[in-house]
């Protein structure tokens, strides 16, 4: 495995420092704002290139939700045939190009360098400090000693007796948990076109990460070093910043954001009350609109006066 995980240590060792370095001038090397921030700059970076797997996601997420009466569909004609059902349903995913796991993506992609950087902190935390990736004797001895807010990033929860270090992680812990929790909850709620409950896989999917992934993160926390729990805070405040922009920018058909952002559009006189009711079918599904397709509505010439 090292030829594997040799160069991911070096990478993030190697953003880390090169970050750390930045703010030295500023902050100092010793500092644990330098150190903190490096982290916090790590995430900025990871996530700017995975921008094109989140268009991806939500791409992938709205075919999904168009699919929904045709795989409901399947499921009602073979109820009692759960590996036929399973193989219309993977023929139905292949001919419309779609993937249901494409909303694991940026989690997925992000799972190396997560625990690269896990293993770069720890050896920071033990004793002596071990040195993964680019770092130096002198930047590992740095580090160990940096604090964020009194707590050394280098330690956890379980691994230390220091109250600041476990005031600092629970913290943490609640806000990576309540991050988790209201980024998903607001998908759900604003983010999802209205649909037929009752058997619904996507849906019930959704309700098990709402509920699931929070309660992960409060169990597994206790093990991170302080600096994992910043890298990943960090990752979830990204997230849901994120997703807000899109459900309230470029909001799904049909879901409570679009309809709230249709009748911003008919208000402000963009588009008319007609057009807004004929962008939803009887079926739950959506048409697109002469703005969604990329027709804008040529304003009348007013008659020139005499």
């Known amino acids: 495995m ?22 030295t001038p500023v902050f100092g090397a010793d500092s644990g704002v330098s150190w903190s921030l490096a982290i916090i700059g790590l995430v900025v970076l990871i996530r700017i290139i995975l921008i094109p797997l989140f268009v991806k996601q939500i791409k992938s997420q709205r075919a999904l939700t168009a699919l929904q009466p045709h795989m409901k569909a399947i499921q009602t004609k073979y109820k009692d045939d759960r590996q036929k059902q399973s193989e219309e349903l993977m ?16 989690i997925l992609a992000q799972a ?11 050896g920071i935390g033990k004793n002596p400090p071990v040195a993964h990736g680019i770092l130096s004797e002198a930047d590992v001895v740095s580090a160990a000693g940096a604090k964020f807010f009194g707590a ?8 230390s007796t220091n109250t600041t270090v476990k005031i600092v992680t629970i913290l943490l812990i609640a806000f990576m948990s309540a991050t988790t929790f209201t980024t998903q909850r607001q998908l759900m709620t604003k983010g999802m076109p209205k649909m037929d409950t009752s058997n619904n896989m996507m849906l019930q999917q959704q309700k098990i990460m709402l509920y ?18 910043i890298y990943w805070s960090t990752t979830n405040l990204w ?12 909001p799904t058909p049909g879901s409570p954001a679009w309809e709230e952002l249709q009748k911003k559009k008919i208000a402000k006189g963009e588009v008319t009350d007609n057009s807004s009711d004929q962008t939803t079918g009887n079926n739950g599904g959506s048409v697109a609109t002469d703005e969604q397709k990329g027709q804008r509505k040529q304003p009348k010439k007013k008659k020139r006066r005499k």
Request: with cysteine.
């Open 2 to 23: 090292g030829f594997i995980l040799n160069p991911l240590y070096d990478i993030v060792s190697a953003v880390i420092v090169g970050i750390h370095k930045a703010l």
């Open 91 to 106: 023929k139905l995913y292949k001919e419309h190009k779609t993937n249901p796991l494409a909303s694991c993506f940026p």
């Open 112 to 122: 190396p360098i997560f625990f690269a950087l896990f293993t770069v902190l720890n």
């Open 152 to 159: 050394p990033i280098s330690q956890t929860f379980l691994g």
């Open 212 to 229: 699931l992934f929070p309660i992960i993160f409060a169990v597994s926390g206790v093990n991170f070093p302080v600096g994992v729990l």
């Open 239 to 250: 997230t849901w910043g994120q997703q807000f922009y899109v459900i309230k920018r470029n």
